[in-house]
């Protein structure tokens, strides 16, 4: 039998699986157990979204929507933007419907990126950037800057540092704000101070805002305000409406660079599902507040799991968006955080993320995920209680 393995894409057999779903099958399968590990919002989607997608379904809409989406799913997006945000983009022409933002995030780096580019990526981060460029862009090449040291926020002085020692090469800016995994929000001075850096030079801003209607503690800042035309603004209705299973993202940009982004989304995608989008379509037209109810829920729990944590001994950033806390690991117990998960769930029946999952800054930290009900979080807080007090040395 020929090994037609070895014949597959270079390096792709060799390449490991996400780390973040093995263990989460892995915690699955142990009995009882709190699972502070998902990436997404435990409530359902709002009634009036289903009955759109319902409603689509039985008006036969089941052709080919135009590839970048339906108009009025982009006037819809466009529409939310700028009234929530005073984001300005026109619905024609500026705007791409994807599937999930996890497609904006591969089309916006296959269509931008060349040999010898450099991405520079402030960690811990959603590794999917990253992953996307190791497994397709060959010859790009990945800048780390590890922001634990700046309260996991990338600094104007570090991005000059990085600018400074690769000059040109520097094609592409990665900013996640609210940040996945730490929950920390930028200001916008911060966010104009690191536009300053990058203004007028041949660099995008890939600034993948997908949590912006879960800010708790301040308005959403963007660096769109004040760079927008080398921003390619990702968004979607994943988070924000509980739509995780719906796959619908938007891509926004500068008309000349969202034709390019489009072109691979016409190759690998062709369009988006039509009544999923006649669904995302209500959402950013008629629910507009939808996320406030799961916003003030989301906040109590942050809040219950914060203290918690900092009770027990764990040292975090108090979060201010998404719903995750990304706690130390305190000295005494196992530092290596992919053992320390695996531990604490065979022993504590506890499932977290290990921080370096990340990226390497995110080592000896592991990532709590409050998309759990409150009952789980006190019930979680007290397994790691005395798991810390038996393991601690
Ligand atoms: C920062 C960030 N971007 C993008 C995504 C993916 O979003 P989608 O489900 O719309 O593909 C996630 C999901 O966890 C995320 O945390």
Redesign the pocket.
Known sequence: MVDLIKYTRKGLADAPSNPILKFSDYASKIPDVVKFTL??PDFNTPDHIKEAAKKGIDNNHSHYAPSNGTIGLRKAATDFLAQKYGQKYDAETEVLVT???????FDAVVACLNPGDIMVVPTP??P?YMSDVNLLNEGVKIVRVDTSEDGFKLTPAKLQKVLDQYGEKVRMLVM?YP??PTGVMYTQKELDDLANVIRDQPIFALC?E??SELNYDQPHASMEKTLHDQVIL?N????AWAM?GY???IVCAPQPILEQIAKIHQTIVTTEPTPMQDAAEEAFKNGMNDSQPMKQEFQQRRDALYHGLTEIGFECAKPQG?FYIFAKIPDGLEQDDTKFIYDLVDQARVAVSAGSSFGRAGQGYIRFSYAVSMDEINEGLKRIAKFVKENQQ
């Open positions: 990436g997404e599937n999930g933002v996890s497609e904006s995030i981060i959603f999917l996640n940040t996945n993948d997908i949590y990702l979607g209705v994943s988070k995780t796959r619908i993202g998404a």
